[in-house]
C-alpha cells in the first residue's frame, strides 16, 4: 500500500461525475459513528485498473484507530446483542433497501474501481443485497431447545449468544458480496463488526458503510478501517476482546492469521483460494457444457475463486470441445468495464497480468499449444486477452496453481478413475465442475470428488441460501444460510435445579 502525503486537485472528478448519490464516495475509515476519526496517517491512491486515472484519495488509520474501533465495538455489544431479534431484523431491512434502491451507483462505484464489467458489478450488488436480506429473516431464528434432563430435578436449556465483537478482512474481486456475507452474518446473530476492506477497493466498502449509517445502525455496531492491512488486521489479531475473524483472501494470508489469531484463540472462518477442476465427460451436453464451461472460467474476468482453472475433456470429444470453447473465448468482448457490452474487463493490477503472463510461458514451454490470447491488449495495459491452452501438461505451473486470470489450461482423459485422481491432486477444495448425463456418476463423482461444493452441469452456483466454502487449504466454515451465522454465535447450556 504506497501512502502519499498531500491530495493531488484532479481527483472526485471522474467518480463523482459517474455517481448520482456523491455522497457514497467516502474518503475515509468509520469509527464510532465518526467518518474519519483522528489525524490522518498518510493518503490511499485508489486508481481505475482499466486506464490508471486516479479515483479517490482516502485518509488512512492505524493501530490507534483500531483500537478505537473495538472499544466502540466493544460498547456497542451490550445493547446491539440485548436488542430484539427484530430490532436487528428491522436494521438489516433497511440495509437492504437502501443497497436496492442505489445499485446502479453502488455498481459503478465498483466498476470503476475494481473493473469488472458494469453487468457483471449490478449482479455482484444484488448477490450482496440478498445476504442482508437473508440475514434480516435469519435474524429471527436464532433458536433455543430444551434438552431432555439426565436429572429428575433440573431443566435444561442450549441457547445461542453472539460470540463479541468480530473482525471481517475482506478482498478486492468481490468487495461489496464478501462484506455484506460475513457483516449480515456477525449482525444478525447479534455481534457488532470492526471490517478492514481490501485497499485496492476500498470505496465500494465505504458506499455500503454510509448505507448502514443511514439505515440507523447505532454508533459501533459497524466500524471500517482504511489502511495498512498489516497494521490494522495485526492489531485485530492481537486483541482479546476480538472473539471470532471472518477473513476472505488468498491462503498464503488466511495461513499467517490463523497463526497470529492463535495467541487469543479466536473462531476463525476462513474463505481461501482455489482451484477449480472442470470435468467434461463424452457424454456431456456438448453446447451446453461448452456454454457453461466459458462461464466458469471467465466469470469475474477469471478473477474469482470459483473460477475453473483446470479443464479435463474424455479423449473422445477433447479436439471438438476445445475448439468450441476457443471459438466462444475468442469471442468474448475486452472492455472498459462501463460499456455495456464489455464482458472481460481489466485485471486488478500489474502482478495479476504478471502471473498469466508467466503460467502460459510455463505451460508453452512445457509443450503446451495457445489457441487463442496468450497476451495483453497492449504494452502497459492491465487488459489480458482470454486464453485457451491445450494440452497442458500435469507438471505445469497453471496445473497446480491458482491463475486468477483469463486463461483456461485444458487437458484430455480417458477414464474416471484417472480423471478424479487428477481433480483431487491439489491442496485447494473450493468448487469442482463435473458434466455428464450420467446420473449413477453425478453420484459416484460428487463422493469422490474432494471439493466443499460440486456444480453439476452448470456453472452458476451461489445464492444466500448454500453453504458456501471449501475443504483441505481453501479454508475452514461455511458462509451463507444458517451455517453462516453458526460461526457467530456460541451454544450456551443452562442446568436450572428445579428442586
Ligand atoms: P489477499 O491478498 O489475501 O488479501 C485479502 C485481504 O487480506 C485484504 O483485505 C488485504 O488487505 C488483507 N491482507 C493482505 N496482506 C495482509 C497481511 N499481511 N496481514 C493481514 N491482512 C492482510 O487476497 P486478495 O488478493 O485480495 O484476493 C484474492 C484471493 O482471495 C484469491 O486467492 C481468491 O481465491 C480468494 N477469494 C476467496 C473467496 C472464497 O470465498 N473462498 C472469495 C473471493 C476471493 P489489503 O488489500 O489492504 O492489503
Known amino acids: 500500500m504506497a501512502l502519499a502525503k498531500f491530495k493531488s486537485d484532479d481527483h472526485r472528478a471522474s467518480i463523482t461525475d459517474q455517481v ?48 478505537a474501533a473495538v472499544d466502540a465495538a466493544e460498547s456497542a455489544m451490550a445493547s446491539w446483542a440485548a436488542a430484539t431479534p427484530m430490532h436487528r431484523a428491522g436494521r438489516l431491512e433497511a440495509w437492504y433497501d437502501l443497497i436496492a434502491s442505489h445499485r446502479e451507483d453502488l455498481a459503478r462505484i465498483m466498476t470503476l474501481e475494481q473493473g469488472k464489467p458494469i453487468g457483471e458489478a449490478r449482479g455482484e450488488i444484488d448477490y450482496a443485497a440478498s445476504f442482508v436480506k437473508f440475514y434480516a429473516e435469519q435474524a429471527r431464528r436464532v433458536d433455543v431447545e430444551s434438552v431432555t434432563s439426565q436429572f429428575p430435578d433440573a431443566d435444561l436449556r442450549v441457547t445461542r449468544e453472539p460470540v463479541g465483537v468480530v473482525a471481517l478482512v475482506t478482498p478486492w474481486n468481490f468487495p461489496a458480496a464478501m462484506f455484506t456475507r460475513k457483516a449480515a452474518a456477525a449482525l444478525a446473530a447479534g455481534c457488532t463488526v470492526v471490517a ?52 476472505t483472501g488468498s491462503t498464503e ?75 466462444r473465448t475468442a469471442a468474448l468482448n475486452v472492455d472498459f468495464g462501463l460499456n455495456e457490452e464489455a464482458e472481460i474487463g481489466p485485471l486488478m493490477h500489474e502482478a495479476a497480468v504478471q502471473k498469466c503472463e508467466v503460467h502460459v ?47 483456461a489450461a485444458f487437458a484430455p482423459f480417458d477414464t474416471e478413475e484417472e480423471v478424479i485422481a487428477r481433480a483431487n491432486d491439489s491442496e485447494y477444495g473450493l468448487v469442482a465442475y463435473l458434466f455428464t448425463a450420467d446420473y449413477p456418476r453425478i453420484s459416484r463423482l460428487s463422493r469422490a470428488l474432494q471439493y466443499g461444493m460440486v456444480a453439476v452441469n452448470r456453472a452458476k452456483i451461489t445464492g444466500p441460501t448454500i453453504p458456501f466454502g471449501g475443504v483441505k487449504q481453501s479454508g475452514l466454515g461455511r458462509e451463507g444460510a444458517r451455517h453462516g451465522m453458526e460461526a457467530f454465535t456460541e451454544l450456551k447450556y443452562t442446568c436450572i435445579h428445579n428442586g
Open 20 to 67: 448520482g448519490d456523491t455522497a457514497l464516495v467516502r474518503e475515509g475509515s468509520h469509527v464510532d459513528g465518526q467518518w474519519t476519526p483522528g489525524p490522518s496517517r498518510g493518503l490511499l491512491a485508489v486508481n481505475n485498473p482499466a486506464d490508471g486515472s486516479l479515483l479517490a484519495e482516502l485518509d488512512t488509520v492505524g493501530i490507534e484507530a483500531t483500537r
Open 361 to 407: 510461458a510455463d505451460a508453452v514451454a512445457r509443450g503446451a499449444k495457445v489457441l487463442c490470447g496468450g497476451e495483453r491488449l497492449a504494452p502497459g495495459s492491465l487488459f489480458f486477452r482470454p486464453t485457451v491452452l491445450v494440452d497442458v501438461p500435469a507438471d505445469a505451473r497453471i496445473m497446480s496453481e491458482e491463475t486468477f486470470g483469463p486463461v
Open 196 to 247: 478492514h476492506p481490501s485497499s485496492q477497493t476500498p470505496l465500494s466498502a465505504l458506499a455500503l458503510m454510509e448505507l448502514a449509517v443511514r439505515a440507523g445502525f447505532a454508533p459501533g455496531v459497524i466500524n471500517m478501517l482504511i489502511g495498512s492491512a498489516r497494521e490494522i488486521v495485526g492489531e485485530l489479531c492481537a486483541d482479546n476482546r476480538v472473539r471470532a475473524m471472518s477473513f
Open 253 to 327: 494470508i488466511g495461513r499467517k492469521l490463523l497463526e497470529q489469531c492463535a495467541a487469543t484463540v479466536k473462531t476463525m472462518v476462513m474463505e481461501l483460494g482455489g482451484h477449480a477442476p472442470l470435468l467434461v465427460f463424452d457424454d456431456a451436453d456438448f453446447d451446453r457444457s461448452v456454454d457453461q464451461a466459458v462461464g466458469a472460467k471467465f466469470a469475474t474476468s477469471g478473477q474469482d475463486c470459483l473460477a475453473a482453472n483446470r479443464l479435463f475433456v474424455q479423449r473422445g470429444i477433447y479436439d471438438r470441445f476445445t475448439r468450441a470453447f476457443a471459438e
